[in-house]
């Protein structure tokens, strides 16, 4: 008995010691004075390019970065901030479940922030760029009510307005489904709504600033504390080697696909001169980089320096 624990032992310790060899699904920056954590989200799965371009084309540049299409799959990456104001969250993903195919990869927010000593109750801000399902599902807990009970929740004016009085599906591939998960989501937080208007700062060092078109009121938000700025750029573009490299390529769920061409080329051009540190939700995981213009209508991705890569100390695994 003794001896087949032992053997049990010998075999299993190795492989649970396997196990814990994933990259923590955290990663932790400042700017400023304010600590930041991107917290890991899971990814959203496609079984077919949600861009309008020729599939060969999304092939090919997906490709060259190393990825695949079959099926794609886009990482959600959502910030939590430490400031004076209190904890902020960005865009709560997407809560995962399988009733909704392309989000039922994602979900991971809780379970990372639990790991991360992050618990959703010491969140004091959550704010929303756009009300785009896989941004704002997380707004919900599992079990109902709201996922951060402590929390007040910001969202831009013309954006809100849009998914409370939008009475139809807007597009065949979303019927209804981003609308409904829009009034759920927002619905446990209606006493401490804070409707944030264009342009404006709700908390000090925050400004919501508009580039409509990806949704009527999507905002990127800008962060800036002593001296240093983040721009926390939404869905203004997915990643790489989709809009950020082409960013003529429509994808699916924009409301007015031209004027999302035009705010994404503005700010793409702008954060490209301004060499400015730059959040991307839908990057690589933890979508931290840099802008840079590589053509005349074309972008390319720089992954920032690493930041705090820590002491070496081998920390333990999360579960
Ligand atoms: C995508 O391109 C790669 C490299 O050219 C090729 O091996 C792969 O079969 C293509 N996949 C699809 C789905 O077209
Ligand atoms: C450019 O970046 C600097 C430093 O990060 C910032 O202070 C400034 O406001 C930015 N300018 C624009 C136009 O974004």
Redesign the pocket.
């Known amino acids: 008995m003794f001896l087949r624990s032992a053997i049990f032992l010998l075999c299993f310790v190795p492989i649970l010691g396997f196990l814990c060899q994933e990259n923590s699904p955290v990663y932790r920056f400042t700017i400023g004075d304010i600590r930041a954590t991107v917290i890991y989200d899971g990814f959203l799965t496609f079984t077919t390019p949600p861009f309008f371009a020729p599939?060969?084309d999304v092939?090919?540049s997906?490709?060259a970065c190393f990825r695949?299409?079959?099926p794609l799959t886009l990482s959600q990456n959502v910030l939590v901030l430490d400031t004076e104001a209190g904890r902020v969250l960005i865009d709560p993903g997407a809560r995962g479940g399988e009733e909704v195919p392309v989000l039922a990869s994602a979900g991971l927010l809780f379970k990372n922030m639990r790991a991360a000593g992050i618990p959703p109750e010491s969140i004091d801000h959550v704010f929303l760029t756009h009300g785009h399902a896989d941004h704002v599902s997380g707004l919900l807990g599992l079990e109902g009510g709201p996922a951060f009970p402590n929390a007040k929740l910001y969202v831009g004016v013309t954006e809100n307005r849009f998914w409370m009085t939008e009475p139809l599906p807007i597009s065949e591939d979303h019927p209804l489904r981003d609308t409904l998960l829009y009034r759920d989501g927002v619905a446990p937080y209606a006493p401490s709504l804070q409707l944030v208007e264009e342009d404006s700062s709700p908390l000090p060092g925050f400004r919501f600033m508009s580039n409509t078109g990806h949704s009527p009121g999507h905002n990127y938000i800008e962060v800036e504390s002593n001296g240093e700025t983040l721009i926390v750029s939404g869905d203004t573009w997915e990643s790489k080697p989709d809009q950020l490299q082409n960013p003529d390529w429509q994808i699916g769920t924009e409301t007015d696909p031209p004027m999302a061409r035009r705010s994404r080329v503005k700010l793409l051009r702008k954060v490209a001169r301004n060499r400015s540190l730059v959040l991307s939700f839908h990057e690589a995981f933890p979508g931290l980089g840099h802008v840079v213009k590589s053509g005349r209508r074309s972008f390319d991705w720089v992954v920032a320096p690493p930041r705090n890569i820590g002491t070496g100390v081998v920390q333990k695994c999360f579960s």
């Open positions: 599939v060969e092939n090919a997906y490709s695949s299409i079959d």
